[in-house]
């Protein structure tokens, strides 16, 4: 049976059942588990070091087969696999409608999307918008000329008097975010690396042909895009200083914090731009999904979800990443997320990606099984990073082997991102079975004992927990479709909360401390499942404080 989803615990069962039931309660989103897939390092089939899509390909089965031996997602976002120079891995597009060579071509992806809707898995594009590659033919054409008719797609600007940049807007990735081509006198700016252009979105005809790269992918049977850099696609249009940041600390703080970023990016015109790629994708196809990543806290998060006002849309919630680790933040945070969220808007959660540490090395491993409990019992849509379900974990990356740009243009800050990219583990071969030859990043030193093909083995694994989680989520009205409505544990240390719907009531306790803990709350029921490697699942619990062991957490489905 499904549930009717509650947006706020204080809406009345009569207007749950008043709800009319529409596309935002059956699209595919509100089911989705995504797997973020970082090409490069899952599974390299050509020999080269470096992961293709066959590779995706063959391990398809393992992300969903259809049975519980499969680690059970229903969607697999892809990180860019356009035509590239790869200076920025694949984020520095020369190309939006070609596969790069190093992962293969048209057809293979053809067959990519083929197989995955076979096993019911969507396909989710990273889409970057805010800026191309140097060699993009469009940037070619544009810095040919002052007068050139692709000039105002993208941002040019004179120099001050002396020949200084325009501004003292800077480049995330370090320095100025202005570069001076000496051929036509004039400065373009990039929010990344030099050769990272940005285009103008302020240009229709930027616009426009955007509209179209999204509507190629949309033909060719994608299901949804990842929106790179969001925040930064609209910038001042009197290309003001940004102010100094009053908390910087030059001997802490990496450089781009030097400024607060109130003109160069997040500008208001960009709830017009979110909401024109919204209208975009719901023209096309109401089956499709969006995600924008931005790092935003709950006010401007709400803002970019208003930007759309349907279903089809969300920005990035990453807040679980930074929070301190403790049960009260993490209770503030998710009540009041919860509480704004309007009867559209479809809540998600991540831990980690492809430019955050991993989630077992911030956490460690007792941690990291709590938060993946939290995150597939939470309301929403839960996104995993390749490997996390291993509980791998960063891989130290020697300074004269890092391959990513900030980590080469900032050193000091650990803002490399190298360490949490290194390839899947699949076994306990040669290079943990990623590829014959040396791999493009060294494979972590434990893969003999943290890969798929031993974890899938042990019942007690990390892998064997997200599979379980993951089987628990999909079978489970409550935890798919139903409300969330928060709970008083009556401890500091324990997070607690209600999953609920006709069908089903769950309750979820997260001890978030490494010491036995006693809560208030009455529990009659049987239990779901825990993170002990000591299993409990089909326990009978009736008791009217509930203890929870140390860093255990658990779910359990009460007596209706």
């Known amino acids: 049976m499904q549930c009717v989803s509650q947006i706020e615990p204080r809406v009345t069962w009569l207007r749950m059942h008043l709800m009319k039931e529409s596309n935002k309660h059956t699209h ?108 993009h033919p469009w940037f070619q054409e544009s810095r040919k000329s002052n007068t050139n008719p692709k000039r105002d797609w993208y941002i040019w600007k004179d120099p001050k008097p002396g020949g200084s940049a325009p501004n003292n807007w800077l480049s995330v990735f370090g320095g100025s975010a202005w570069t001076l081509d000496k051929v036509t006198g004039q400065y373009y700016m990039h929010s990344f690396l030099s050769d990272q252009p940005d285009l103008n979105w302020r240009n229709k005809e930027v616009r426009d042909e955007m509209a179209d790269v999204l509507e190629f992918w949309l033909k060719k049977g994608v299901d949804g895009f990842r929106t790179d850099a969001v925040y930064h696609l609209i910038k001042d249009d009197q290309f003001r200083d940004d102010p100094p940041n009053p908390n910087y600390d030059s001997s802490r703080d990496e450089p781009y914090n030097a400024l607060l970023h109130l003109y160069s990016q997040g500008r208001p015109e960009l709830i017009g731009i979110a909401n024109t790629l919204c209208n975009i994708l719901g023209e096309h196809n109401a089956d499709t999904f969006m995600v924008s990543e931005a790092y935003l806290g709950l006010p401007q998060m709400m803002e970019l979800y208003k930007a759309c006002g349907n279903s089809l849309h969300a920005p990035f919630n990453f807040n679980l990443i930074s929070l301190p680790w403790n049960a009260a933040a993490f209770k503030k945070f998710i009540d009041e997320y919860e509480t704004k969220l309007g009867e559209n808007d479809w809540p998600n959660y991540t831990l980690g990606n492809h430019d955050r540490s991993r989630l077992a090395t911030r956490l460690g491993q007792n941690r990291a099984r709590l938060a993946a409990m939290l995150q597939f019992t939470l309301r929403g849509m839960p996104f995993v990073y390749y490997g996390d379900e291993l509980g791998m974990e960063d891989v130290s990356i020697p300074a004269d082997s890092i391959t990513d740009p900030w980590g080469n243009n900032v050193p000091g800050f650990g803002v490399g991102r190298d360490p949490e990219r290194t390839p899947m583990h699949w076994d306990a071969s040669p290079n943990a079975g990623f590829t014959s030859v040396v791999p493009w990043l060294p494979v972590a030193s434990d893969y003999k004992k943290k890969n798929v093909e031993q974890e899938s083995r042990d019942p007690n694994s990390m892998l064997s927990f997200y599979k379980e989680l993951i089987h628990y989520r999909t079978n489970s009205p409550a935890l798919l479709t139903g409300f969330y409505k928060p709970l008083e544990s009556g401890n500091e240390n324990v997070f607690m909360f209600m999953r609920e719907c006709p069908a089903e009531k769950l309750i979820v306790g997260i001890n978030f401390s490494n010491s036995e803990q006693t809560t208030s709350v009455s529990v009659n029921g049987t239990l779901f499942c825990n993170t002990r490697r000591g299993k409990r699942g089909g326990e009978k619990i009736q008791t009217t404080q509930l203890k929870l062991n140390p860093y255990e957490g658990l779910v359990a489905k009460l007596n209706q």
């Open 28 to 135: 595919w989103s509100r089911k989705a588990v995504v797997y973020q897939i970082y090409p490069r390092s899952f599974k390299d089939t050509e020999g080269d070091g470096i992961g293709d899509l066959k590779g995706i390909i063959d391990k398809l089965d393992y992300l969903n087969d259809g049975t519980d031996a499969s680690l059970g997602v229903t969607a697999i976002w892809l990180n860019p696999i356009y035509k590239s120079p790869m200076k920025d891995f694949g984020y520095d597009i020369a190309d939006y409608r070609e596969i790069d060579l190093i992962f293969g071509n048209m057809d293979t992806f053809d067959q990519l999307v083929t197989e995955a809707h076979k096993r019911d898995i969507k396909i989710i594009m990273d889409f970057v918008p805010n800026h191309t590659s140097s060699e």
